[in-house]
Each structure stands twice: as C-alpha cells, then as structure tokens.
C-alpha cells in the first residue's frame, strides 16, 4: 500500500474518505497527493453518496404506495447504510474493493491529478 500525504495510514484514510460521505470524501480527494489507495477510495465515497442521495429523492415516490412502498423505501435504506459499513471496513482492511459501476469510474477519478 502506497504512502498517504494526510499524515494517516492509507488504511485509516481510506475508511473516513467513507465517515462522513460526500463531505469527507470530497476533503480526502482534495487533499490527496501521493496514495493512489486514498484516492480511489475517496471518489469512491463521493460518487457513491451522491447516488445514494439521488436514489433516496427517488424512492420519495414510493412513500405514496401503502405498505410495499414503505417496505422498498426501508430496504433500500438499509441496503445503503450496509453498502457503506462495508466499504469503510474494506477500506480498513487494505482492499481497493470496487462497488458496482461506482468502483470502476472511481479508479479512473484516482489516477487524475497525482
């Protein structure tokens, strides 16, 4: 793993690119001059929050719909807060772990600018 300019393990930095989603990964992306691992893991948090962000505005809808509406809207909840304690604990142990669609523009926003 490659050396992180922050002052923190690669590891740590990588894990609160996630904490605070797209505020956190934003700092991170900015900051980072050197680890190619932060940086991937910070765009990372960014794009996927701001999906997330969209995706919730959307399923808004499904609030109207009785019961299976409220049910999607509580799944889809879920699956995002699992999503991100899964990612924060892949960036901890070390693993450039790529989400779906999201992992693969991340590697292209991580090698920009160093």
């Given at each position: 793993?490659?050396?992180?300019?922050?002052?923190?393990?690669p590891?740590?930095?990588?894990?609160?690119?996630?904490?605070?989603?797209?505020?956190?990964?934003?700092?991170?992306y900015?900051?980072?001059?050197?680890?190619?691992?932060?940086?991937?893991?910070?765009?990372?948090?960014?794009?996927?929050?701001?999906?997330?962000?969209?995706?919730?505005?959307?399923?808004?809808i499904?609030?109207?719909?009785?019961?299976?509406?409220?049910?999607?809207?509580?799944l889809?909840?879920?699956?995002?807060?699992?999503?991100?304690?899964?990612?924060?604990?892949?960036?901890?142990?070390?693993?450039?772990?790529?989400?779906?669609?999201?992992?693969?523009?991340?590697?292209?926003?991580?090698?920009?600018?160093?």
């Amino acid at each position: 793993m490659d050396e992180s300019s922050t002052g923190l393990k690669p590891n740590v930095a990588g894990l609160l690119s996630y904490l605070f989603g797209l505020v956190s990964g934003l700092i991170f992306y900015l900051i980072e001059t050197k680890s190619q691992f932060v940086r991937f893991h910070a765009a990372q948090s960014i794009i996927v929050t701001l999906a997330f962000i969209v995706i919730s505005m959307v399923t808004w809808i499904l609030l109207f719909i009785p019961f299976l509406g409220w049910l999607m809207y509580i799944l889809i909840g879920l699956a995002g807060f699992v999503l991100w304690i899964l990612l924060m604990v892949k960036a901890y142990q070390g693993e450039r772990y790529k989400s779906p669609i999201a992992g693969d523009l991340a590697e292209k926003w991580a090698v920009r600018k160093i």
